[in-house]
């Protein structure tokens, strides 16, 4: 069993900063990439920043140069920086991983979501 818990969400004023962490535990082989998403109040789920096992991040076009996304390896926890937050980044972060329980086999984990509120 994998399990992806999140933290860090809160209430920011536009302009303000906030940092999400997602730990993810259990037995597995190892973890091929690291993801946050985001549920946009009346939006689907949409991908926010991707960090693949060794590679490079990359993030979606309305976050690009705000936030950061990185990883502890050890840890097995992935981070999402957030900075000039602005009220359309309101709503709820999941983090997901693709993980290799075990050799040869990948499924995909969510994490709880954590509520991300910017007001004005």
């Known amino acids: 069993q994998v399990q992806l818990v999140e933290s860090g969400g809160g209430l920011v004023q536009a302009g303000e900063s906030l940092r999400l962490s997602c730990a993810a535990s259990?037995?597995?082989?190892?973890?091929?990439?690291m993801n946050w998403y985001r549920q946009i109040p009346g939006k689907q789920r949409a991908l926010v920043a991707r960090?693949?096992?060794?590679?490079?991040?990359n993030y979606a076009d309305s976050v690009k140069g705000r936030f950061t996304i990185s990883r502890d390896n050890a840890k097995n926890t992935v981070y999402l920086q957030m900075n000039s937050l602005k009220t359309e980044d309101t709503g709820v972060y999941y983090c997901n991983a693709e993980i290799e329980v075990r050799v040869g086999f990948t499924s995909l984990y969510w994490g709880q979501g954590t509520q991300v509120t910017v007001s004005s």
């Open positions: 259990g037995s597995f082989f190892r973890i091929n990439a």
């Open positions: 960090f693949i096992t060794n590679g490079r991040p």
